[in-house]
């Protein structure tokens, strides 16, 4: 997407993070001394995430509200006009959450929605495979037969962690390394010792492995 003034002399490049001018180029007049700008926020996943960005935006000098759509993944402020707007994108930038502007053919677009969708059949896959073995364990299975369907349980488990797993951990490391939280932080720690612990249990002969919870959580 690109937007020019009348004169011709600015354009906006949709993937990058506009500046302070650009802010005022794009954003629309709403009467009493209000304008609004809508930004594309793709890393918002949450509760926690619409919480964090609508508090910290909500207390930026002249900032008059600020709402986030999780469906569209836009973030709406309205600020009382001044010479300049106040620093909307640098804000998100230091909460993790890169922002553009928001443009509804890149939204129809969602490369997210693909790889979640990818990540669904991934994980569904592979937890109705491990139910499977799961329900021969369940079943008496013992010694060497128990170990080989834990194993198999084990491998078939491990793209699913990488694939759809991936999504959660990236998000928690993004909110803990900017020091907050969102609900992928549990997911994340909660699928990971899952696996680790059955992983464990696999390699010292273990009555018990939770693969099948791991990979289930993912899928649901």
């Known amino acids: ?60 000098p002249t900032v008059d509200s600020a709402r986030v759509n999780l469906s569209t ?23 993790g959450y890169a922002a553009h502007l928001f443009d509804e053919d890149a939204t129809a677009n969602d490369g997210t929605l693909a ?40 491998l078939v488990a491990i793209p699913a962690f990488a694939f759809a797993g991936c999504i959660y951990i990236r998000s928690a490391w993004n909110a803990l390394s900017h020091g907050r939280m969102n609900m992928d932080v549990p997911i994340a720690l909660g699928i990971s010792l899952a696996y680790a612990m059955s992983l464990y249990e696999t390699i010292n002969h273990g009555e018990h492995a939770y693969f099948d919870a791991s990979v289930s959580l993912l899928f649901f």
Not at 75 to 95: H, K, Y
Not at 119 to 133: E, K, P, R, T
Not at 137 to 148: C, F, I, K, S, Y
């Open 115 to 154: 790889e979640l969708i990818r990540a669904l059949a991934v994980s569904g896959f592979a937890a109705g495979n491990i139910m499977l073995l799961s329900v021969s364990v369940w079943a008496g299975a013992e010694g060497a037969t128990r170990d080989l369907f834990h194993w198999v349980s084990a």
């Open 73 to 95: 993944k836009r973030v709406s402020v309205r600020w009382r006009e001044t010479d300049s707007p106040p620093p909307i994108v640098a804000t998100l930038n230091t909460l």
């Open 1 to 60: 997407m690109t937007c020019c003034p009348p004169t011709g002399e600015l354009t906006l490049a949709s993937d990058a993070a506009p500046s302070g001018d650009e802010l005022l180029l794009t954003s629309r007049a709403l009467g009493d001394g209000l304008r609004q700008i809508d930004l594309s926020v793709p890393a918002v996943h949450c509760a926690a995430c619409i919480h964090t960005i609508e508090s910290t935006l909500g207390k930026l």
